[in-house]
């Protein structure tokens, strides 16, 4: 089975400042995706970005990006410039692939703190 | 994103009472998820619910306790059978193998997730 750790329960950052949350998965699989969701107080739970593991290039999405460590099965979630809006929990999933059938396995998540 | 919804958003029940959970979206999808995320914890899946065919449960779920329902493409129920406070939480459903943009397929949307308080 699949885990997905992140060994941070809650960060601090200073607004406009650069943060970045950890993320490790074991896994056998050579064919998965890896995903970020946020989830602020509101509890709806938004997908923030994704990366297929067959796909060397790290991801972005405008301030949101990820370091992607196939090897060492990392993966990082890097926030620049951060936002008030930006605080939330931060979650890091996982999910085999093979036409999406699978649901995902989550890691215990990281509270974002911004801090005015 | 597929928009999807959820009913009811939140309630208060009895123990010993059960629950029935709408989820509802907008275009056809192939698969549906439900989720329980208990409090101050992160999601779990409960089972994956494919139209025409049984729900798929993970260890630890049991079709008796977690009855679900898909009946066609845009719509599942989760039913919360037989409560105990054990059982308060959120409960999430999404989405996956939705046709709309790039890498869409891939991806799971959630809906807004419905807060059971169990007395």
């Known amino acids: 089975a699949q885990t997905v750790t992140q060994s941070q329960p809650e960060m601090s950052v200073q607004e406009a400042e650069t943060v970045t949350l950890s993320c490790t998965y074991d896994t056998s699989e050579s064919d998965y995706y890896l995903f970020w969701y946020k989830q602020p107080p509101s509890r709806q739970m938004i997908l923030v970005i994704r990366q297929e593991a067959y796909k060397q290039q790290n991801a972005t999405e405008n301030r949101f990006s990820v370091n992607f460590q196939k090897a060492a099965k990392s993966f990082s979630l890097k926030i620049s410039d951060s936002q008030l809006g930006d605080a939330a929990m931060y979650f890091c999933a996982y999910r085999s692939g093979g036409g999406g059938a699978d649901g995902l396995t989550f890691g215990k998540g990281t509270h974002l703190i911004i801090q005015p | ?119």
Not at chain 2, 29 to 57: C, D, H, K
Not at chain 2, 59 to 82: M, Y
């Open chain 2, 1 to 119: 994103s597929a928009v999807i919804s959820q009913k009811p958003s939140r309630d208060i029940c009895q123990r010993g009472t059960s629950l029935t959970i709408q989820c509802q979206v907008d275009s056809q999808v192939t698969m549906m998820f439900w989720y329980r995320q208990q409090p101050g914890q992160s999601l779990t899946l409960i089972a994956t619910a494919n139209q025409g065919s049984e729900a798929t449960y993970e260890s630890g779920f049991v079709i008796d306790k977690f009855p679900i329902s898909r009946p066609n493409l845009t719509f599942s129920t989760l039913t919360v059978s037989n409560m105990s406070p054990e059982d308060s939480s959120i409960y999430l459903c999404s989405v996956g193998g939705w046709s709309g943009g790039a890498g869409a397929a891939d991806t799971q949307y959630f809906g807004p997730g419905t807060r059971l308080t169990v007395l």
